[in-house]
């Protein structure tokens, strides 16, 4: 058994059990010392006695998950895994769009769930985590069923696993895993963005990192994308203007923070009635609303005297074609490019002018270089408050209460927050 006395005790949570309580609204920096990292007591820690554990298994597409009891608890198959006790899941969009449109399900019956926090219970020696540490885990290898957060113990790498201080709020940090890594990748990979030149928290220049790996074993279907960046011409820089379209979503608000710390000017597509506030709090320089999407293009190639060289979509195709006609389309004399990179999809023509991307996300698991990069300056920025969470709405009823959950993500009730689901109680 590992004690960990010196977090503070979990505060009481909803006493109604598998019901959804919206009325508990956690913007992190109000819940913070409300929800600082439980203390792990006799009641949580586990004893492995048995071999069984709850699990929501999507048994068909276009179902409804469904909560089991008898899903065998994941073992640790080789010396980089560890075993976590979940304590609480952040949803992602993923977790309702692949069984809804059949995509991202390796097979059936599947446990999915791309975001956890929770506590180390097993962890070897090599491990850079150890037992009782608290954690998040952005769990991007979904193919590996034992990675999933929809379970009550999942496995994971030591090199995913990012400790969260003791100051900060546990089920905010769950929500923010899959979000840090796409933003980390598709600024430090994609557009060769340099986090070691950050001054207040330098992170890793991702790209030394991915040029030092043996190619050989980066996957083939991102290779190009991880040596997109190859010529310092075509990379962002301090400076440099980019344009976010989908600002508030999760991606995008972390997206923003990490572009201001690398000192880029960064132009934010959003509902600015409903989250403008938000996102001058987190360093926006220019807000344009969402709404009007000529209006939008016209303002962002006025902002930037139509110069602009890099855009981030986090919406979709047709945002990111939109997105697509802002940028200058004029290949400079240095031979460089402007940058379109689609985390949801991109335009279906594509201008041999423009370098479009996608972010290589499975790099985040498949190396291990690149995974403990990110995670430790993930640490970091928790550590030194330099990184801010993303609001959260909190619901309790486990396991059970994630279906209705993702009901209202997929409605767009959660508008800019993340919903997530507390399991220490349940
Ligand atoms: N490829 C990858 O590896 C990867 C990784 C991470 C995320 N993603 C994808 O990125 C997308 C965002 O994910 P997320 O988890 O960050 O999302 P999220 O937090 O759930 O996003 C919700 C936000 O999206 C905004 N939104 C909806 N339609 C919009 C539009 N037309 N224009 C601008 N904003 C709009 C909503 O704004 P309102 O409040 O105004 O409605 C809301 O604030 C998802 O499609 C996800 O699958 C992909």
């Known amino acids: 058994m590992t004690a960990i006395s010196a977090y503070a005790p979990l505060a009481p949570l909803n006493e109604k059990q598998h019901t959804i309580s919206f009325q508990e609204i956690y913007p992190e920096q109000r819940s913070e010392t409300v929800f600082a990292n439980p203390n792990v007591s006799d009641a949580v820690i586990p004893h492995l006695g048995r071999s069984t554990q709850q699990a929501l298994l999507l048994k068909a597409a276009r179902e409804q998950y469904t909560l089991v009891t008898d899903h065998a608890i994941p073992t640790i198959l080789n010396k980089d895994e560890i075993l976590v006790k979940i304590l609480a899941v952040g949803l ?6 692949g069984p809804a449109f059949n995509f991202g399900i390796p097979s ?31 769990s991007t290898d979904y193919r590996d069923i034992r990675k999933a957060a929809f379970q009550e113990y999942a496995i994971a790498t030591h090199f995913n696993a990012a400790r969260i201080p003791s100051s900060r709020n546990i089920h905010a940090s769950a929500s923010l895993g899959v979000a840090f890594v796409a933003s980390a990748l598709a600024l430090g990979v ?12 330098p992170g890793p220049s991702l790209t ?46 972390i997206t923003l923070q990490l572009a201001k710390l690398a000192g880029l000017r960064v132009i934010c597509v959003a509902d600015i009635a409903r989250h403008g506030a938000r996102l001058v709090e987190l360093g926006a320089d220019v807000l344009v609303d969402r709404h009007d999407t000529d209006r939008a293009k016209e303002i962002i190639r006025g902002v930037t005297n139509g110069k602009l060289r890099y855009a981030i979509d986090i919406v979709g195709k047709d945002t990111a074609t939109i997105l697509e006609a802002t940028l200058d389309d004029a290949v400079r004399s240095d031979g ?12 279906k023509e594509r201008k041999s002018s423009l370098t479009y991307h996608t972010v290589p996300i499975k790099l985040f698991h498949e190396s291990s270089q690149v995974g403990e990069q990110i995670v430790c300056w993930l640490e970091a920025l928790l550590q030194s408050d330099t990184l801010q969470l993303p609001e959260i709405i909190r619901t309790d009823g486990g396991l059970g209460s994630i279906n209705a959950s993702l009901d209202l993500l997929r409605e767009g009730t959660a508008s800019g927050k993340r919903i997530v689901v507390d399991l220490a109680s349940s």
């Open 336 to 347: 460089s490019h402007a940058h379109l990179l689609g985390l949801t999809g991109l335009p």
């Open 92 to 97: 992602n969009p993923i977790d309702w769009k």
């Open 190 to 201: 994609s557009l060769g963005l340099d986090f070691s030149l950050v001054t207040k928290c």
């Open 108 to 138: 059936l019956p599947w446990v999915n769930g791309r975001d956890l926090a929770g506590i180390v219970v097993k962890a070897g020696t090599s491990s850079r985590v150890h037992e009782g540490d608290i954690v998040l885990v952005p």
């Open 208 to 253: 030394d990192v991915v040029h030092q790996l043996d190619v050989n074993t980066i996957p083939v279907d991102i290779k190009k994308e991880c040596f997109s960046a190859v010529s310092d011409v075509e990379r962002v820089t301090s400076g440099d203007w980019i344009a976010i379209w989908g600002a508030s979503t999760t991606t995008g608000y």
